[in-house]
């Protein structure tokens, strides 16, 4: 798809490397805060730099867009026994639950500099992830007018993003090998009814987190234009990572 584009004349053709980040497992909200505030970071520098957070989350709810307290099928005694609280956050898409094995994908993107469009940002999003997938031996397929990845069983991959000041957050959550049983708890997809999958139940092989998310950076890179990517353990700026070191150590793709 070809997109408009307003990089600096001095810049065009030299993109930024991807700085990806690897946090582990970190609370939603926190994960949410240190987005907030690369992107405010983000929008006010002019280089195009893209920052990549890849994460897992505790147990969780979120609610974006166009969800509802409708499609959560838990009361409030079970959620409080439970011990949920359900996050409506800013983000496309609808319900989901969130937990260890499921991997977050979080691109903070000035669309401008890179010349793309909502639109434009979601197709190579989503591009990417099916990349790594097909990495993995997994075959996704995708369907007209809605984002998500699926499989035989139901959906894989789920997209979600939210624009602030140009500058794009949320994306992505990969089901690699959650408790599946955790998806009944809400509704995901009101749109097609499809039931949550995930990697490895499709594949029916195990398949390690580490090697999805080397796949999610380097096939990211490519879709974004960016021929270089240095991975980091932690981030200077998350104050309590979990699982995650505080001093950042690079390698480069």
């Known amino acids: 798809m070809e997109s408009r584009s307003t990089r600096h004349p001095a810049i065009v053709g030299s993109a930024p490397a991807v700085e990806a980040y690897l946090l582990g497992v970190v609370d939603f909200d926190a994960c949410l805060a240190l987005q ?38 838990l009361d409030r005694r079970e959620l409080e026994s439970r011990r949920l609280e359900i996050r409506w956050v800013n983000r496309g898409g609808g319900c989901l639950v969130h937990a260890p094995g499921q991997l977050a994908v979080y691109p903070i993107v000035p669309l401008e500099w890179h010349g793309l469009l909502v639109g434009d940002y979601l197709a190579r999003l989503q591009s990417a992830i099916m990349a790594a997938l ?23 991959a789920f997209f979600g993003a939210a624009i602030k000041n140009g500058v794009s957050y949320f994306g992505a959550y990969v089901n690699l090998a959650p408790a599946t049983t955790l998806f009944r708890w809400v509704n995901g997809d009101p749109q097609g009814g499809t039931p949550m999958s995930s990697l490895v139940s499709e594949r029916q092989q195990p398949v390690r987190m580490s090697g999805l998310r080397e796949a999610v950076v380097r096939r990211f890179a490519a879709a974004f234009g960016c021929d270089r990517y240095h991975i980091y353990t932690g981030h200077p700026l998350f104050a309590h990572p979990h699982g995650a070191s505080h001093a950042p150590t690079a390698r480069v793709g």
């Open 36 to 73: 907030q505030r690369l992107v405010y970071e983000t929008a006010g520098r002019n280089d195009g730099q893209i920052s990549l957070l890849v994460c897992e989350h505790p147990l969780s709810i979120s609610v974006g867009r166009q969800g509802s307290r409708a499609h959560i099928r």
């Open 134 to 156: 097909a990495d993995l031996r997994f075959t996704g397929r995708t369907e007209p007018d809605r984002e998500g990845i699926w499989g035989r069983a139901g959906q894989v």
